[in-house]
């Protein structure tokens, strides 16, 4: 239904998708659709900014200055909404669900990731909102979907990390308390989730010529993570055990440290061949015949004694040095990437993992390099269309130009505050030096000459 002559060539030019989400999953999914070629509308409130426009998931401010919008300049905003159009608008009411109804009437996407009870509450669940567009696909991600007992429960992905039972699973032998993995990877999975939902459901409107309801619950996503665990209750009624770094039926695997401040190289032996090429590659040849090693079985039962000989060769080198020699060997070995690495990493080059993405002008932040796409199409060059927008910044062309709204009924929204172009409350501005974040444990570490490093 759009159109856009901006867009030459991508497959989901002329696409127009409603996007009132908010934090990560499903605003990633939107940039990644809009990287497509998809024209996505972001709705926020006045005073319902996305969260990653300021405040804890907001990432940094570029150079680490806020500016006199600081609410526009948050990393994580510009990199989840990139490619956008912003329409700011109160949906809590009526003239502000009208504006939105409206705009369901001329698009193709609607995508929302509110506990079910709010579009209900709107009367714009699905039902609802397929009465005012028959061809709507309409794309809900929700923490447990829109039946069952938890259906009401607010989530994220830190919370059902416990519930779908990774937290149980994660952490070392003997550990008492579970332990979170890490960062809250379920938003990844449910983004990835969302663009396939979303690039299916196009797929079956297009044969078929209806709309459909693509509901993605994050917990469900999770439970893949533990599927064999999940399995092997069922079968066998075990609840497995913790068991950190290590693998459950091979040996040797692990993290072990290298030389140099924080480095750390990761090793996983699959069989006696890849055992024997590592034992030559650590110059210790009949190690691989030693009847404490010789087979898998016995490798599973000496764990300590191996961990003890890699941690003692690891100690030698650093961590790309430690990875190139067992690679070339033969042996899966993967040096343990910090942010640092992931910016500069060799390969991540070549593949162009990173993109250099100019802010207009006016923004005054310059280039800043941002994440493309984990997939390439032969044939398609892809690209991310542009920063995240600011805030309003298409409030007239949405309702003016595309809705056919008068500049009295306009102004008249602006003037009721339904509408707007500043925050009605501004997200909170984190005022800390890059050494203050790293005293503080926010950072590890920074690189003053970040620009060079990243050619921006």
């Not at 695997?253 to 034992?279: L, P």
């Not at 298409?394 to 709204?405: A, T």
């Amino acid at each position: 239904m759009a159109e856009q002559d901006e867009a030459p060539g991508l497959p989901l030019k002329g696409l127009r998708i409603i996007d009132i989400s908010n934090v990560f999953s499903l605003p990633y999914a939107g940039g990644l659709l809009a990287d497509l070629g998809a024209e996505v509308i972001k709705i926020e409130g006045p005073a319902r900014l996305d969260v990653s426009r300021g405040g804890a998931f907001s990432g940094i401010y570029p150079d680490n200055e806020p500016g006199g919008d600081p609410h526009n300049r948050t990393s994580t905003y510009n990199l989840l909404n990139r490619g956008k159009k912003s329409l700011v608008v109160d949906l809590r009411r009526p003239e502000g669900r009208q504006i939105l109804k409206d705009l369901i009437k001329v698009s193709d996407v609607l995508t929302e990731n509110f506990t079910p009870r709010v579009m209900r509450g709107w009367e714009l669940d699905y039902p609802n909102a397929k009465a005012l567009n028959p061809n709507l696909i309409m794309v809900s991600c929700s923490g447990y979907g829109p039946e069952g007992p938890y259906s009401s429960y607010p989530a994220q992905a830190t919370t059902q990390e416990a519930t779908h039972g990774l937290v149980h699973a994660t952490g070392y032998r003997g550990d008492e308390v579970p332990s979170k993995a890490g960062q809250s990877f379920v938003d990844f999975l449910a983004t990835w989730a969302l663009v396939i939902g979303t690039t299916t459901a196009l797929r079956y409107r297009n044969r078929f010529g209806k709309g459909l309801w693509v509901d993605v619950s994050m917990y469900q996503l999770g439970c893949t993570m533990v599927a064999e665990r999940i399995l092997d209750w069922q079968a066998n009624g075990r609840q497995g055990e913790r068991i950190g770094n290590r693998h459950p039926w091979l040996a040797p695997q692990g993290c072990y440290r290298c030389a140099g401040q924080d480095e750390w190289c990761v090793v996983s032996v699959q069989d006696d061949e890849e055992w024997s090429a590592f034992c030559r590659a650590i110059e210790q040849p009949a190690l691989a015949d030693d009847p404490r090693f010789a087979s898998n079985a016995a490798r599973m039962l000496n764990h300590d004694e191996i961990d003890a000989i890699i941690s003692d060769w690891m100690a030698r080198f650093g961590k790309f040095e430690a990875m190139d020699t067992l690679q070339a060997a033969g042996v899966r070995a993967a040096a343990v990437f910090d942010a640092r690495d992931m910016h500069t990493d060799r390969h991540a080059k070549v593949r162009g993992m990173l993109e250099t993405l100019p802010f207009p002008p006016e923004r005054g932040i310059g280039k800043r390099a941002i994440i493309g796409r984990p997939w390439k199409l032969s044939n398609l060059p892809l690209s991310a269309r542009g920063p995240g927008p600011c805030f309003g910044a298409h409030n007239r062309e949405i309702l003016c130009d595309l809705l056919g709204y008068s500049d009295h009924r306009y102004q008249a929204l602006e003037e009721s505050g339904v509408i707007g172009t500043e925050p009605a409350v501004p997200r909170p501005i984190v005022r800390m030096t890059m050494d203050q974040r790293v005293h503080g444990g926010r950072l590890a570490y920074w690189d003053p000459d970040y620009k060079q490093r990243l050619d921006v």
